[in-house]
């Protein structure tokens, strides 16, 4: 038993060596822990006998749910899509830590760059009207004497497009939305949080890093 | 043009039927313009120029038959154009003394033989009487002044209206014209007595309140008003009147003014039937602002401040659209939605020109302020972040910072400050450092322990060589907290709150920080509290002294100003003003003095120059650098706070004899004498005392005494303030002392020795001790003595003896040996009571009391009286251990008093003199 967990361990420590020179932000150390994790929460899924080479999308709607406090499904389900770069409909272990160097330590571009592919629903390189009205609808609590709450959304999509859309050609394109974000970094998360909240980060990297080095 | 146009020719009535265009140089314009167009019209548009005016245009014309040459058939009487129109009717016809012209190449060309009288003809044709069938509609109705410019108008719009005409024609050149004139004839009907009504009752509300108010007062010149809101006279409304005011300015002389349909103008006042005197402007305000700089600058303020009430009729267009988006926008946080639609509204609101008044109220208004302060309460830490953005820029608004601190939003923004979020904590001691602006807020801050959380928020590593991102953020936390101290920093009790929770040495060391953001509120900070002692303790402990020197030489006005005013502040202390001088303070701060423009930064400097100046050392470094020069130069045309210090700094100066005489070289005698006569109090202090250490110079006093110097002086005696009279009495001591003929021009001045000897019931020791001194000087003067005994010093100075102020002692034995020389005084003084109270005064530890005093009781032991009451006092045994001091006044004095008691008693009883 012990001379298997040895191989494994000198096998987790190759990935980790090859995956933290491609990936950003972390150490080998930290990658090592990253794999553990994934590990873990694979092991954690019911695999039902099937060989499994990564999380599938319940269990990692699940994760970022219990662990990162994200719980608009809406969110959830492109985060999963974003993260899921090969489309094979599990997040593999490097699509698992090359995610989470943006979802932990991305840096503003890097953000940008991973909130813009989660807004841009069909993946066509722009944000539409129509994309910003679903992900913002039923934002609005209806009020017992007023109509329709999503009239106020509707309205609300016009002054943020009348805002973002530089180029006025009625949609967000990229370059809209990096030079909105830079402008006010509070409309990084314009049309739904996708990223985890600080405290979160923080909670993570303690239970992730410190508790496994301290194994 | 358009603006002459706009209010178009200015009349004046001569009778109901005919108009006179007003001599004005807005007529005068008005009318080469015309002319120019006239003129040119047949050469540019030759084509268009040959149409035939429907009506001619008629006026009597100064042209005579013969001025009219070819072209013309010219009989007797009239004149007909060879020109003739389809029906064979002459384009010109002049029947003296009245012209008929049809057609604009006719008038160009009956101007042209004008020649130099082009101008009084068109005047005429303006002026000419015109039929007014042809525009009813125009001339029946009340605002009859329109008819008086028909000509004008039918002149080109006749030519306008002319179906061939296209009027195309009149872009080029004159599109302009008719358009401003067509505007003009529709906004004639712009004015009304509903807006010139509204207009009065918000003026009226800002009049009175001496200099804080727009105006002294507006009234109507008639109470009674018709019911169509007019006040004018009937047969003045029919000229388009209103009503008239009378509006007496703060600071310019009162001004009739009439409004009218036309708009508002000056006029002649009631007598002289209300001509109009002025142009005529669109509104009152206009019109008060081009005649009172006063209500010009107040109403500046107005719009910008609190009262919207202005702003919002001035730009009401703009405040509705923005109220409208406002709403919009609260409604959305109002519907209580999520997160990211509560941020994403914000940072629309954020795309609003939030530091623009009428969106802050719009706002405010809509209820928006308080939803803002509601999500400061929220967990959500991107709300509070996108709330605090609009609130720290919202803030600026006065009337907002109230409202703010009436919702208790300074404890939700104070308890920010704990927040985990460097960038949240940023934003709260921003927003904090705007809200403090008034007391109330800054009360609160400390109330709500945000004093506290303030001065932990200084504590950032001042490595400021290499920076991580995470200690940028940290340098901006501690930016916005000094920021926010700064403000708080205004009220006394926070500026002990700061010391208490530990702030004086976290500034110190941000005072080391190179970055000009950082420095500029810590040092205001600083200076801010160095009114208080303990803090100027501190600042010269903790060794920011020479940080402070180091930014003097900064780039920035506002830090220099901020680090010359602490020093100003601090240098009082001896050790403080060796410091500055130590490390090379000195030249900066002289070197502050040529930018004269920056007024606030020169009252520091000069300040800082004034403290400094008081070591000796520092004034001969400041000579150096030619200071002295600088500063005389600065007597003159500079704001009082600057000339406080300038002339504190003089005083000071001339205290080395060799400056008194540069102080004349350079001309600073006489703006020196003249500020003599300034109300205001700290700066006579400095000017007497300066001028004081000038009169000790012959040359100097000369000066002082031609310009009536030592009148000017004397009479401050009269001010209330006991600084000012003991500092005017110094003064006088050396003016009396160095003046020629002093005693002269002391007795010329009526009533000055009553003041005097008045003085001596004062309660205060400083100026009853200079009015000694004083006294002491005058009585030099032999008739001098005799007038002041006259009046009674004697007893008056008698009644002081018993005082315990050393200062008050000294001086005050010297007058009264100085009066004893007088008549019967030395035996008044003993029945006064006056010599027991010396005697013990001779057991002062202060040598200058001592020696006075014995030279007093020399002066009084003359008298047998005296020496009796002395010698029952045992003044013999302190005397006699007088007589062996080292100062020889004080050994002669002793000496002789032992001998006058002595002599007597050996005189009154031979038998005791064993006992000498």
């Known amino acids: 038993m012990s001379k298997i967990s040895a191989v494994n361990k000198r096998a987790t420590q190759t990935l980790a060596e090859n995956i933290s020179k491609q990936v950003e932000h972390f150490s080998k150390k930290e990658v090592e822990c990253l794999i553990r994790e994934f590990n873990v929460l694979v092991a954690e899924q019911n695999n039902s006998g099937r060989a499994v080479h990564g999380l599938d999308r319940g269990k990692f709607i699940s994760t970022l749910h219990s662990i990162f406090g994200l719980t608009d499904d809406r969110m959830t389900g492109r985060v999963f899509r974003t993260f899921d770069k090969d489309n094979d409909s599990v997040v593999s272990m490097k699509e698992w830590i090359e995610g989470l160097s943006v979802f932990l330590r991305g840096t503003l571009d890097e953000k940008i760059k991973y909130c813009f592919t989660v807004y841009d629903l069909n993946g066509d390189n722009a944000i539409s009207r129509e994309e910003m009205l679903h992900m913002l609808k039923g934002r609005l609590i209806r009020q017992p004497n007023e109509e329709d709450p999503d009239e106020g959304i509707k309205d609300l999509v016009e002054i943020i497009l009348k805002k973002m859309d530089y180029d006025h050609d009625g949609k967000l394109s990229f370059e809209d939305f990096e030079k909105t974000v830079k402008d006010e970094n509070l409309l990084l998360e314009a049309f739904g949080t996708c990223l985890p909240d600080f405290r979160r980060i923080e909670m993570f990297e303690r239970h992730v890093f410190q508790e496994q080095f301290e194994q | 043009m358009g603006i002459s146009l706009t209010r178009a020719a200015q009349w004046t009535m001569v009778s109901s039927s005919t108009a006179k265009l007003a001599s004005t140089p807005m007529n005068e314009s008005l009318l080469k313009e015309i002319l120019h167009f006239v003129e040119h019209f047949s050469s540019q548009h030759p084509q268009e120029a040959e149409h035939v005016f429907e009506e001619p245009l008629q006026w009597s014309t100064t042209l005579v038959p013969s001025d009219f040459k070819t072209d013309y058939d010219i009989s007797d009487s009239d004149v007909q154009s060879h020109e003739r129109d389809s029906e064979g009717h002459p384009l010109l016809q002049l029947s003296p003394p009245t012209v008929y ?360 590593l001042p490595n400021f060589a ?314 030099k003067d032999e008739e001098n003595l005799a007038i002041l005994t006259d009046f009674g010093v004697v007893p008056s100075l008698a009644k002081l003896t018993n005082t315990t102020h050393d200062r008050l002692r000294h001086h005050l034995a010297d007058a009264i040996a100085q009066c004893c020389m007088w008549g019967s005084n030395r035996a008044s003084f003993g029945e006064a009571g006056a010599v027991a109270p010396l005697v013990r005064n001779l057991k002062s530890k202060e040598g200058s009391v001592q020696r006075s005093t014995a030279m007093a009781l020399y002066q009084l032991s003359r008298n047998p009286n005296n020496c009796i009451t002395m010698h029952e006092k045992e003044v013999v045994q302190p005397l006699i251990h007088m007589m062996g001091s080292d100062d020889e006044e004080l050994q002669e004095a002793a000496a002789g008093c032992v001998r006058s008691i002595r002599l007597l008693y050996m005189l009154l009883d031979p038998l005791q003199n064993a006992s000498y």
């Open chain 2, 101 to 460: 012209v049809r057609s604009f190449s006719q008038l160009s060309k009956l101007l042209h033989l004008a020649d130099d009288k082009k101008l009084a003809e068109v005047r005429a044709c303006l002026e000419g009487k015109f039929e007014s069938n042809l525009h009813p509609k125009q001339s029946n109705h009340q605002h009859s002044s329109i008819t008086h410019r028909l000509n004008v108008f039918v002149l080109l719009v006749t030519v306008y209206s002319h179906p061939i005409m296209p009027p195309l024609l009149f872009q080029d050149m004159d599109k302009q014209i008719l358009d401003k004139l067509l505007k003009d004839i529709s906004e004639q009907v712009r004015l009304n007595p509903k807006a010139v009504k509204n207009e009065v009752e918000i003026l009226q509300m800002f009049c009175g309140g001496g200099d804080k108010g727009l105006l002294k007062s507006l009234r109507y010149t008639s109470d009674f008003q018709f019911s169509n809101g007019y006040r004018a006279p009937l047969w003045r409304q029919v000229q388009g009147d209103i009503c008239y005011l009378v509006i007496e300015p703060c600071d310019t002389e009162t001004l009739y003014i009439t409004c009218s349909t036309a708009g508002s103008f000056l006029n002649g006042g009631e007598e002289n039937g209300y001509e109009r005197t002025s142009d005529a402007y669109e509104d009152l305000v206009t019109l008060l602002k081009s005649r009172s700089p006063h209500f010009a600058d107040k109403i500046n303020q107005v719009e910008n401040s609190a009262n919207h009430f202005f702003s919002i009729s001035v730009n009401q267009h703009n405040a509705k659209h923005l109220k409208y988006k406002a709403v919009a926008s609260m409604k959305q946080l109002q519907h209580d939605g999520d997160q990211i639609v509560t941020v994403d509204t914000l940072c629309a609101m954020m795309d609003f020109n939030l530091m623009q008044e009428s969106c802050q109220m719009a706002i405010q208004d809509t209820g928006g302020l308080k939803v803002l302060l509601n999500l400061l309460d929220t967990d959500e830490h991107k709300c509070k972040i996108g709330s605090l953005k609009i609130l720290r820029t919202i803030s600026h608004n006065s009337q907002i910072r109230r409202v703010i601190v009436d919702m208790k939003g300074v404890q939700s923004i104070v308890k920010i400050l704990d927040s985990p979020v460097k960038e949240l904590k940023a934003l709260a001691a921003e927003t904090i450092a705007n809200v403090a602006k008034f007391r109330r807020a800054r009360r609160n801050v400390r109330l709500y322990g945000g004093i506290n959380k303030l001065v932990s928020l200084l504590d950032c």
């Open chain 2, 466 to 779: 290499s920076l991580t991102p995470s200690q940028e953020e940290d340098i901006e936390v501690a930016c916005c907290g000094a920021l926010a101290l700064w403000s708080c920093s205004r009220s006394t009790k926070n500026k002990k709150a700061i010391r208490k929770a530990g702030g004086i040495p976290l500034l110190g060391r941000l005072l080391k920080s190179p970055l000009q953001k950082m420095l500029i509120p810590v040092v205001g900070t600083l200076q801010e509290c160095a009114s208080e002692e303990s803090y100027r303790n501190d600042i010269q402990t903790l060794g920011m002294i020479k940080d402070l020197v180091r930014n003097l030489s900064s780039d920035n006005d506002e830090l220099q100003m901020h680090c010359a005013s602490a020093i100003f502040k601090c240098a009082e202390d001896k050790q403080t003003r060796d410091l500055v001088r130590k490390y090379k303070g000195l030249q900066p701060l002289v070197s502050l003095l040529h930018k004269a423009d920056n007024k606030q930064l020169l009252a520091a400097a000069t300040g800082a120059i004034w403290k400094c100046s008081i070591s000796q050392e520092n004034v001969t470094k400041f000579q150096e650098y030619k200071a002295l020069e600088i500063l005389v130069n600065l007597l003159t045309d500079q704001p009082e706070e600057v000339l406080v210090n300038v002339v504190g700094a003089l005083g000071e100066f001339a205290q080395i004899p060799a400056n008194k005489a540069a102080i004349r070289e350079f001309g600073g005698i006489k703006p020196l004498v003249k500020l003599l006569t300034s109300p205001n109090q700290a700066l006579l202090v400095n000017v007497t005392k300066a001028v004081g250490a000038c009169a000790t110079n012959k040359d100097n006093m000369v000066i002082i005494d031609q310009l009536d110097g030592i009148r000017l002086v004397w009479s401050l005696l009269k001010t209330p303030s006991a600084d000012v009279q003991s500092s005017a009495a110094w003064a006088l001591c050396a003016c009396i002392e160095n003046a020629e003929d002093a005693g002269e021009t002391a007795r010329s001045l009526i009533g000055g020795f009553q003041l005097i000897v008045k003085l001596l019931s004062s309660t205060n020791n400083e100026v009853l001790a200079s009015i000694c001194a004083a006294i002491c000087k005058i009585a």
